[in-house]
């Protein structure tokens, strides 16, 4: 017999995406329009273990849909990896009368949720916050729509420099294991080459690319890296390849970092965030346990979390043959 829910927390955990707090605010509403207690966890699973836990109501979420960040603050955790650390969380849950929680966060939150629910067959259910969209189980997660607009308009602005002194342009984005942010945003910004981990293209192919360029009359390039691409060491050794071989270049380096994870979340992002709020609650209240929102064709649906943590979703090759085409 499924557990009645009564009282339901909410935290965020790991990197911060655009869109978390729209999410936040729908778990706390949708909690209060079906008259069922919320608070807030504050610093992810280190607050769940201090019990930094705070009443939340509809008034207590106006006017943060348009916020980047999150206002419950995130914190890597290694206690909650512990037995014990999670024992005192659980402790702290019970204590506050907490009948279930939501997760926002990506693949390692998950999996800490899933192990807290198996040891304590304690109600969790996820929704998929992070800008890496890397998450089996869903087509979007919450924050990758707003990194790759702020790439793509950041770009915008690299090529206006780039085509001023006929430059080169190295543009390093997030993405250490899939590049989904660097094949989007490099189509969608017209870039000369898109450099991912999922294909190990070689510094020989990205030459006769940019020497294809140059003689196609390109007085310019950008090529969009992601971090985890394969070809070198990182993008300064890119760099120093490149300008040994094709002296010709004008070669500089932009990595775009931590910017990639700010800014105002773009309607997109705000949408998705509260459909999922929603459905998370609603799915915990229905008895469900244990797993992710995710959309998939515009329907929202639910994955075992268990399944969720497997690895990370592939890039389109569609898009990939796209890019090829693209960059001709």
């Not at 706390?28 to 699973?45: D, P, Q």
């Not at 009368?97 to 969790?124: K, L, Q, R, Y």
């Not at 346990?289 to 959309?295: A, D, K, L, R, S």
Request: proline share 3%; aromatic share 6%.
């Amino acid at each position: 017999m499924a557990k009645e829910i009564k009282k339901i927390a909410v935290l965020t955990s790991g990197g911060d995406s655009p869109g978390m707090n729209a999410a936040i605010r729908s778990v706390v509403r949708t909690c209060a329009y079906l008259e069922i207690e919320c608070v807030a966890i504050y610093r992810g699973y280190q607050g769940m273990i201090e019990g930094d836990f705070k009443p939340m109501n509809a008034r207590s979420v106006n006017n943060i849909i348009n916020k980047g960040g999150t206002i419950l603050k995130s914190a890597r955790c290694l206690e909650f990896r512990t037995p014990e650390g999670r024992k005192k969380a659980h402790d702290q849950l019970v204590k506050a009368g907490v009948d279930a929680f939501v997760v926002i966060g990506g693949n390692g939150s998950f999996t800490g949720a899933m192990i807290f629910n198996n040891e304590f067959d304690f109600p969790v259910m996820g929704i998929p916050g992070t800008i890496d969209n890397d998450i089996i189980g869903t087509s979007y997660t919450i924050g990758f729509d707003t990194a790759i607009n702020t790439v793509v308009e950041v770009i915008d602005k690299i090529r206006d420099t780039a085509s001023s002194h006929n430059r080169l342009f190295f543009i390093e984005v997030m993405g250490r294991d899939v590049g989904h942010i660097a094949l989007n945003a490099g189509v969608g910004a017209g870039a000369e080459e898109i450099l991912i981990p999922e294909q190990n293209l070689g510094l020989e192919r990205l030459l006769d690319s940019l020497k294809r360029s140059k003689k196609s009359g390109k007085s310019s390039s950008i090529v969009i890296v992601a971090e985890g691409d394969k070809i070198g060491k990182n993008v300064f050794e890119l760099k120093d390849y490149v300008e040994e071989h094709l002296p010709i270049y004008d070669v500089r380096v932009s990595v775009l970092g931590h910017m990639q994870r700010g800014g105002n979340p773009t309607c997109f992002d705000r949408v998705l965030a509260s459909r999922m709020g929603v459905k998370a609650v609603e799915a915990l209240l229905e008895g469900k346990t244990n797993y992710m929102v995710g959309i998939r064709d515009n329907d929202l649906i639910l994955t075992p979390i268990s399944e969720a943590i497997k690895g990370h979703t592939p890039v389109d090759e569609e898009l990939i043959r796209v890019s090829d085409i693209m960059t001709t």
